[in-house]
């Protein structure tokens, strides 16, 4: 059964720093690891998905990265603002079945 | 525009009641997924479907059912047999293995 770590729990950092977010997963047979954001009470929203043919994919100053030989993959946020303040879950999606296994998140603070 | 609603957003339920969530999209998906949220954790699947009339158990199923009888709507019932019902629920759909679309969640409260 596919178990989905993220390591911290909880980070809080000065606005501008570079930061990474870690993720793992124990079960390399995946389809895509995707990378979602959460902020307090609401739904989630879609970051970023790799394929799990991909090594990294970018959107503006976010970047994720997959090593499936490994089991890791990496969410690098560059000169974090306030607004970046959420929590940020990975999710495995699994060849076996067309679901997602999520990690616990981390919860990422941003001071101004 | 395109996406997911559920309702309500806030839910109360006594002691031994049955309630459902409602969960409907427009985005002409085929897949649709119930997931549970506790405080300060990640989201566990309650139940999911692939396809109209047909749905499978997820990792914590026990206490919940689901009916698919539309492509559009997925409603999910917490029963009496749920003996800690109070969460954070969230509903989301996608197309084969693309990104998924979440809604904006109900909060269930036992009373």
């Known amino acids: 059964k596919q178990e989905v770590t993220q390591i911290p729990a909880a980070l809080s950092v000065p606005e501008g720093e570079n930061l990474v977010l870690n993720c793992s997963f124990t079960?390399?047979?995946?389809?895509?690891l995707q990378w979602f954001r959460q902020d307090p009470g609401k739904g989630l929203t879609s970051l970023l998905l790799i394929q799990s043919s991909q090594r990294e994919q970018t959107s503006g100053r976010l970047n994720a990265s997959l090593d499936k030989s490994s089991g890791r993959s990496t969410l690098y946020i560059a000169a974090s603002q306030p607004g970046d303040s959420a929590t940020y879950l990975c999710a495995a999606h699994n060849n076996a079945g067309n679901m997602l296994t999520f990690g616990g998140g981390t919860r990422l603070m941003v001071k101004p | 525009d395109g996406g997911i609603t559920q309702s309500p957003k806030y839910l109360f339920r006594k002691e031994g009641q049955n309630v459902t969530l409602s969960c409907e999209q427009n985005l002409n998906h085929d897949a649709m997924y119930w997931y549970r949220q506790d405080p300060g954790q990640g989201l566990r699947l309650i139940y999911y479907?692939?396809?109209?009339?047909?749905?499978q158990k997820g990792d914590i199923a026990e206490g919940y059912s689901v009916s698919r009888e539309k492509k559009e709507s997925f409603p999910l019932t917490v029963t009496s047999a749920q003996k800690n019902p109070t969460a954070f629920y969230l509903c989301?759909?996608?197309?084969?293995?693309?990104?998924?679309?979440f809604g904006s969640g109900t909060r269930l409260t036992v009373v």
């Open positions: 079960d390399s047979a995946i389809y895509n």
């Open positions: 989301a759909s996608s197309m084969g293995t693309s990104t998924y679309t």
């Open positions: 479907s692939q396809i109209v009339n047909d749905f």
